[in-house]
């Protein structure tokens, strides 16, 4: 279980649903509680069957059938996450900008954009790869319950505050996303790192 939980902590950070509620404000206003409710819940099962399809084929496809070593795979990743980790710490939720593009059909255009991106692909691929497919899967799936929790809670209490008190709140919830870039950094580091040394590993093996 707590083999489970460490490895969520990674999937949460780069999800990063504290983004996704101020990247979703506007949708907010403009739907219905029950009518958001309805799509983020068709958005967060898209982003899963994605999500759960890597984690179960995608080591297979990189290193069966693209000769594309786990090691390599890691420090790529690792790479990655320092790049998104990085953009939260200087520029806040805003820097996912940089990542994802724009919002224009609802639901799967809120999972492709948001939800879906290059990080999570590939933080899905090591989940399936570092703790097999079924555990993995149920990683996930927590992991996307987790996140539309925090935004329906987020909706709320946005419904509930009104002028300097909403601008208030969205900063605090700006801050989070800074402070979870701290988190990204250190760890796509460890990641970097432990690819390198597995790699040299390998290597010295092979001679």
């Known amino acids: 279980m707590e083999a489970l939980l460490t490895s969520l902590v990674p999937f949460l950070a780069i999800l990063n649903p504290f983004a996704l509620c101020l990247y979703l404000a506007h949708v907010m206003e403009e739907l219905p509680a029950r009518h958001f409710v309805l799509v983020l819940s068709k958005a967060a099962g898209i982003s899963f069957a994605v999500f759960a399809f890597f984690a179960v084929m995608g080591e297979p496809f990189l290193v069966d059938f693209l000769s594309v070593r786990p090691e390599a795979m890691r420090i790529f990743g690792g790479v990655l996450f320092f790049i998104v980790g990085y953009g939260y710490v200087t520029r806040g939720y805003k820097a996912t900008e940089?990542?994802?593009?724009?919002?224009?059909e609802l639901p799967s255009e809120i999972a492709v954009p948001f939800m879906i991106g290059a990080g999570t692909i590939t933080q899905a691929i090591l989940l399936g790869k570092s703790l097999g497919?079924?555990?993995?899967?149920l990683v996930l799936g927590l992991?996307?319950?987790?996140?539309?929790?925090?935004?329906?809670?987020?909706?709320?209490?946005?419904?509930?505050?009104?002028?300097?008190?909403?601008?208030?709140?969205?900063?605090y919830v700006n801050l989070l996303s800074r402070l979870n870039g701290l988190v990204i950094g250190a760890i796509s580091t460890d990641m970097v790192v432990t690819g390198i040394r597995r790699l040299w590993m390998v290597t010295e093996v092979g001679t």
């Open 98 to 104: 940089l990542l994802r593009g724009t919002l224009e």
């Open 133 to 137: 497919a079924s555990r993995a899967v």
């Open 143 to 171: 992991g996307m319950v987790i996140s539309v929790v925090i935004v329906l809670a987020f909706r709320a209490l946005r419904d509930r505050m009104k002028g300097e008190r909403e601008r208030v709140f969205e900063r």
